[in-house]
């Protein structure tokens, strides 16, 4: 049977995978013009990706960037937060309109109360690993949560090479769904685009997080429904 969030998202009538285009990617001075490219594109999702330049390198932006976002799209927001610490944040990107608030396990010692303190505050819990975190540390949580985001590039830039290893991890969580019935999406995030989909696809994840490839298509429209065909034809949906 399939389970809460999947129900959810295929009663909106939107088709699997669900893309997410990561404005880390775009012009953070026109970020007006990225989200009319994302929606007129027909994806699904806003990946909004906050790096606070501890937990890896680079710093991006803070919670106002969300909130000012909410105000200008309908579409849901997808932060992956990159920071040391996310219980001191969470609740108030929550307040600024994350719908799926999404943290680092290794990034935080109590995981379980964060993920539960998430849903408290009225979003989805999503946990994401980095690629050299096994699926069996965040196996406990499994139950707990709404989405497992797969790193499958070292986190803190866009553009970097896919690291294949990591998507054994996406068929995994696939399997250990379905066999213990439970309700958690999973998304992948890092190297995803035309080149990679192919792999990517066949072991189904329900979430394509999509940055600088998704910003550099001659046609973000003709390429989100490029990747949508790519990524569906995996048959254990
Ligand atoms: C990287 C970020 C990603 C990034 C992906 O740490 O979490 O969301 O934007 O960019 P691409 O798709 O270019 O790998
Ligand atoms: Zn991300």
């Known amino acids: 049977m399939l389970a809460s969030n999947i129900c959810t998202v295929l009663a ?3 088709g699997f ?13 026109d970020i007006s ?9 027909g994806a699904d999702m806003i990946h909004l990706d906050v790096m606070d330049g501890q937990f890896v390198p680079p710093i991006t932006f803070g919670s106002k960037m969300v909130s000012d976002i909410k105000a200008r799209t309908s579409l849901e927001l997808d932060v992956h937060l990159m920071t040391m610490t996310p219980e001191r944040h969470a609740e108030e990107f929550i307040a600024a309109g994350a719908d799926w608030l999404t943290f680092h396990l290794e ?3 109590h995981s379980h109360r964060l993920a539960q303190k998430i849903r408290e505050a009225g979003a989805k819990t999503g946990i994401s690993i980095v690629p050299s975190t096994p699926v069996s540390c965040l196996r406990p949580l499994l139950p ?7 790193m499958t590039v070292d986190p803190g830039y866009s553009g970097q090479a896919l ?4 998507l054994d991890k996406v068929q995994d969580l696939v399997k250990i769904r379905r066999e213990e019935g439970l ?13 990679t989909i192919g792999e990517i696809g066949r072991r189904t994840p329900d979430i394509l997080v999509v940055g600088s490839a998704f910003f550099r298509a001659e046609s973000p429209a003709d390429f989100v429904t490029a990747l949508k065909s790519f990524g569906s034809s995996g048959s254990d949906r």
């Open 12 to 14: 909106c009538g939107m």
């Open 17 to 29: 995978p669900l893309i997410a285009p990561s404005i880390l990617s775009a012009d953070f001075a």
């Open 33 to 41: 013009k990225a989200l009319g490219m994302v929606e007129s594109a």
């Open 107 to 109: 990034a935080c010692v």
């Open 144 to 150: 707990f949560i709404d989405l497992v985001l797969v």
């Open 163 to 166: 690291l294949a290893f990591c």
């Open 183 to 195: 309700g958690f999406l999973v998304a992948v995030d890092g190297g995803v685009g035309l080149q």
